[in-house]
């Protein structure tokens, strides 16, 4: 099992940027595909981005060409970056690790604990 905890959430206004960061911990990252989930105030969970244990990346429609996610093993950590923020991208974000390189949280069995995105227009 390995521990996760997110990080860089905050309050912004449309347009901005925003980095997040997930640290792991207790396992090397090296041994997982990671991913990003969101969900929204009354919402379910929302699959954002996912990249394989050997840096293959899969973005979701809505985040396409304005998110990016990425891995620094070395560092043992995950990142999303955020660019061209939305209000609609106001969310609590969770990074996860599994073993399958899938956008679906079913599969992903570790999780952090959430970072608080807010997108004000």
């Known amino acids: 099992q390995v521990q996760l905890a997110e990080s860089g959430g905050g309050s912004v206004q449309a347009g901005d940027s925003l980095r997040l960061s997930c640290a792991a911990s207790?396992?090397?990252?090296?041994?997982?595909?990671m991913a990003w989930f969101r969900q929204a105030p009354g919402k379910e969970r929302e699959f954002v981005a996912t990249?394989?244990?050997?840096?293959?990346?899969y973005h979701a429609d809505s985040v396409k060409g304005r998110f990016t996610i990425s891995r620094d093993n070395a560092k043992n950590t995950l990142y999303l970056q955020m660019n061209s923020l939305k209000p609609e991208d106001t969310a609590v974000y969770y990074c996860?690790?599994?073993?399958?390189?899938?956008?679906?949280?079913?599969?992903?069995?570790?999780w952090g604990q959430g970072t608080h995105v807010t997108v004000s227009s």
């Open positions: 996860a690790a599994g073993i399958r390189f899938v956008p679906n949280a079913i599969e992903y069995n570790d």
């Open positions: 207790g396992r090397e990252l090296s041994d997982y595909h």
């Open positions: 990249i394989s244990s050997g840096g293959l990346t």
